[in-house]
């Protein structure tokens, strides 16, 4: 089975841009769950959704959104893009028995 | 505040040693508690799953421990490698289904 994978690895985007990452969940997983990593804060819960609902949301501002597609891949928006939102963008899919497994990950550098 | 402890710097032991990593929380009632792997620049992996009724879970050579009483949990290597090293993650699943993670601490095996 193949695992979750996460486009694209690498970002650079500028301070007041808009950045879309997307998530493709292991087969049978329905639900996905996004978080931030960074070495100050570690791993931060951004939010979960499970058959295209959002069940779960972190304390993030608005400006962090996200959606699920039928299929259970998944994207996150980022919109006016801070140098603070320079991070890992870490998405995981979960099963039934509550086992969460993660992708690669994203880097998304704000300059 | 609601809060998850693990020791911030770095464990350093021998080869063949066993390796103790410590996860304090405060304020939280877990339903489960999980403990994670990371490499530097790859997404967490799973490793197990303890839930609020077990005290003890094992898995070749992990040991997890889980006091709801201490609110601690002890993840254990036994017999340790080289390859073992890695920042080891606590997570916690609340009631209301999210899942807060530790900030982590960094294992270095030496032969």
């Known amino acids: 089975k193949a695992g979750v994978t996460q486009t694209p690895r690498y970002l650079i985007k500028t301070r007041g841009q808009q950045v879309t990452l997307s998530c493709s969940p292991i087969?049978?997983?329905?639900?996905v769950s996004w978080y931030q990593q960074t070495p100050g804060q570690g791993l931060q819960f951004l939010f979960e959704?499970?058959?295209?609902?959002?069940?779960n949301k972190g304390n993030f501002p608005g400006r962090f959104s996200g959606r699920q597609f039928s299929n259970s891949r998944s994207e996150m928006n980022v919109s006016t893009l801070e140098l603070g939102d320079s991070a890992l963008y870490l998405c995981?899919?979960?099963?039934?028995?509550?086992?969460?497994?993660f992708g690669p990950g994203t880097r998304l550098t704000v300059t | 505040s609601q809060k998850i402890e693990q020791n911030s710097e770095a464990l350093n032991i021998q080869e063949g040693k066993t390796a103790t990593l410590t996860c304090n929380y405060t304020n939280y009632s877990p339903a489960y508690l999980q403990w994670y792997r990371q490499d530097p620049g790859r997404g967490p992996v799973f490793l197990l799953l303890?839930?609020?009724?077990?005290k003890e879970k094992r898995k070749e050579r992990l040991k997890v421990t889980f006091d709801t009483t201490l609110k601690q949990s002890l993840f254990h290597i036994t017999a340790s490698q080289p390859a073992d090293s890695a920042t080891y993650l606590c997570?916690?699943?609340?009631?209301?289904?999210?899942?807060?993670f530790g900030t982590g601490t960094r294992l270095q095996v030496f032969p």
């Open positions: 303890i839930r609020e009724n077990e």
């Open positions: 087969s049978g997983h329905r639900s």
């Open positions: 959704y499970f058959s295209e609902t959002q069940r």
């Open positions: 995981a899919s979960k099963d039934s028995l509550g086992e969460q497994y």
């Open positions: 997570a916690l699943l609340l009631n209301t289904d999210k899942l807060i």
